[in-house]
């Protein structure tokens, strides 16, 4: 049986991963939302495209994301890619970084830096509005 993506549970995982409350992210999403109409909605296998585009942005998740992100997906990509010490027996001269780490955790502390800075906003907007 093939399973359906169900896009409210992937809007409600990605929110909780970056930590944002139902709260603040219908603060963002506008005047019509409150917390109780974004945990409907995160109840819902299919949202409108229209919104979660709107949640895409307010998240700044690619849509694709709510649209196809499937755990028995991720769990078979692992469990079928990481087996018989796959990664243990690489040897390390065909392990070549295209990247520079270093740069790659600036680059996530400096976004870090910016959601904590927007979430502080948001939390002020929202104790003004109370």
């Known amino acids: 049986m093939e399973s359906q993506i169900h896009q409210g ?16 992210l219908a603060l963002d999403l506008g005047d019509e939302w409150n ?15 229209s919104v979660l585009k709107k949640i895409s942005e ?8 709510f649209q196809n992100f499937d755990d028995e997906q991720a769990i078979n990509i692992f469990s079928n890619t990481f087996h018989d010490g796959s990664i243990a027996n690489a040897s390390a001269e065909n392990i070549q970084c295209t ?17 904590k800075d927007d979430m502080i906003a948001r939390l002020e907007k929202l104790l003004e509005n109370k």
Not at 9 to 24: D, P, S, T, W, Y
Not at 40 to 45: I, N, S
């Open 9 to 24: 549970k992937n809007v409600k995982r990605f929110r909780e991963m970056l930590g944002i409350k139902q709260e603040a």
């Open 35 to 49: 917390q109780k109409k974004v945990s409907l909605l995160e109840q819902k296998e299919v949202i409108d495209d």
């Open 58 to 65: 307010v998240l700044k998740i690619p849509l694709e994301a």
């Open 99 to 115: 990247f520079n780490p270093l740069e790659k955790v600036i680059e996530l502390y400096e976004r870090m830096l910016k959601e």
